[in-house]
């Protein structure tokens, strides 16, 4: 079993940058595929990017592809998302998850792991 533990959200003006982490303990964290995924008030929890054990596999959500970074440390049990270019439309409690299982995954089904979240407000 994992533990999840994210940091680093906060409030930003719309333009900026934050970069969460989420530091892991319990098993090899280097078994783990992570995501990310975020729920806004009111709406449904989405995906926002996954990594695969290695970093070999990435997946982004269309809506943060080319702003939004996800990396690994597996030296430090820690995964990242370095988010830039932010939007109002990004403002929602971000949550890191783990699955320990082969391939990716974009499904919040297919994560059995789950921080308590970040919240990260974009103000326009």
């Known amino acids: 079993q994992v533990q999840l533990v994210e940091s680093g959200g906060g409030l930003v003006q719309a333009g900026g940058s934050l970069r969460l982490s989420c530091a892991a303990s319990?098993?090899?964290?280097?078994?783990?595929?992570m995501g990310w995924f975020r729920q806004a008030p009111g709406k449904d929890r989405e995906f926002v990017a996954t990594?695969?054990?290695?970093?070999?596999?990435?997946y982004y959500a269309d809506s943060v592809k080319g702003r939004f970074t996800i990396s690994r440390d597996n030296a430090k049990n820690t995964v990242y998302l370095q988010m830039n270019s932010l939007k109002p439309e990004d403002t929602a409690v971000y949550y890191c998850?783990?699955?320990?299982?082969?391939?990716?995954?974009?499904?919040?089904?297919?994560?059995?792991?789950w921080g308590q979240g970040t919240q990260v407000t974009v103000s326009s």
């Open positions: 998850a783990a699955r320990l299982a082969i391939g990716i995954a974009t499904t919040q089904g297919e994560y059995a792991y």
């Open positions: 990594i695969s054990r290695r970093a070999f596999d990435i």
């Open positions: 319990g098993r090899a964290f280097s078994s783990y595929i």
